[in-house]
């Protein structure tokens, strides 16, 4: 046996190997079972540096289709702008943006 078709040979059994090994993997992953459910989190951070002016925060819930949600952030002119939003699969996203004095302008530095 030459010394290519036994590089050959070695190949195609190592393709063959991998091949099994993949489809052994497919078969443990159950991705019916991840489909099926209907997603849910819920999820929410805030940052309050005053040194910088990073002053934001955000909440977000989710139950299959449907999400709610809020962020906040200053803005340089010293007013909060708040987001409160919801999607749906009727409405599809929907955002009501507003805007409130918080009393001081940040300076920086």
Known sequence: MSALSSSIG????????AAVQASIIASHSHPDE???SPAQ??????VH???TGD????FEHR???YVTGRYSLIEPDGHRRIVDYT???????NAQVRR????SVYQRY
């Not at 070695?10 to 190997?17: G, H, S, Y």
């Not at 989190?41 to 805030?46: I, L, N, S, V, W």
């Not at 409130?100 to 009393?103: D, K, M, T």
């Open 10 to 17: 070695l190949c195609m059994f190592l393709c063959a190997l």
């Open 34 to 36: 991840l489909i099926s």
């Open 41 to 46: 989190y819920e999820f929410q951070y805030a």
């Open 49 to 51: 540096d005053s040194h």
């Open 55 to 58: 002053i934001k925060d955000q």
């Open 63 to 65: 139950r299959g289709d």
């Open 87 to 93: 999607s749906d699969p009727l409405l599809g996203f």
């Open 100 to 103: 409130e004095p918080i009393g």
